[in-house]
């Protein structure tokens, strides 16, 4: 079956760039084939949508956050990490009939 | 702005069923794929299945022999039964609106716009 696979933990430095993989795995369906999107979640609340169709950003997400998705993995990047984007990140995509999610990363800004 | 609302007991025992409805405000139930996902505890997001405005429903293969969902358009809401519930069904559990896509004839859920905000449910005698 397919699968999501996500670092369990990224540390960045307020203001510098953090990178956020997420790889498929099965042979000859690549992720790239599909559209891949991703969720912030903050303790204890809902997941949001962050980028959805690899790179597009929903109104009110800020432009720090953009998107790829190309061979196999698709890569979430946000610029000018700020204190305020500490969070589990989950990227999401669709395989068989199937909604799948990645393990997560915890986004630690130290 | 479309809200989402989940409701249900919060305490389920083993080998029961467990029952949530989830209650949709601010848009119509139509054109969308509703759905159910959880988290278990200090876990990640595992989705468990979706209706159409049709009726339609898809399940993850994991949960399909346990799992039905099905809708109320007059009341604009949708439901989850899970039967024979265990321990490792703890988990909060979200409603959620997915978007459709549909290319060469095939549609399929492309991403969550919309989440309620979560209901605890815990599997215990």
């Known amino acids: 079956s397919y699968e999501l696979t996500q670092p369990p933990s990224v540390s960045v430095s307020p203001g510098q760039t953090a990178s956020i993989t997420c790889s498929g795995d099965k042979l000859g369906d690549k992720l790239g084939d599909k559209y891949a999107s991703w969720y912030q979640q903050k303790p204890g609340q809902s997941p949001v949508v962050v980028i959805y169709q690899d790179n597009k950003r929903p109104s009110g997400i800020p432009d720090r956050f953009s998107g790829s998705n190309s061979g196999n993995t698709a890569t979430l990047t946000i610029r000018g990490t700020q204190a305020m984007d500490e969070a589990d990140y989950y990227c999401?995509?669709?395989?068989?009939?199937?909604?799948?999610f990645g393990g997560g990363t915890k986004l630690t800004v130290l | 702005q479309v809200q989402l609302q989940e409701s249900g007991p919060g305490l389920v025992k083993p080998s029961e069923t467990l029952s949530l409805t989830c209650t949709v405000s601010?848009?119509?139930?139509?054109?969308?794929?509703w759905s159910w996902i959880r988290q278990p505890p200090g876990k990640g997001l595992e989705w468990i299945g979706y209706i159409y405005n049709s009726g339609s429903t898809n399940y993850y293969p994991s949960l399909k022999s346990r799992v039905t969902i099905s809708l109320d358009t007059s009341n604009n809401q949708f439901s989850l039964r899970l039967s024979s519930v265990t321990a490792a069904d703890t988990a909060v559990y979200y409603c959620?609106?997915?978007?459709?896509?549909?290319?060469?004839?095939?549609?399929?859920?492309?991403?969550?716009?919309?989440w309620g905000q979560g209901t605890q449910v815990t599997v215990s005698s």
């Open positions: 601010g848009g119509s139930i139509s054109s969308y794929y």
């Open positions: 959620a609106r997915g978007r459709i896509y549909c290319s060469g004839g095939r549609c399929f859920l492309d991403w969550f716009d919309s």
């Open positions: 999401q995509a669709w395989d068989s009939s199937t909604v799948l």
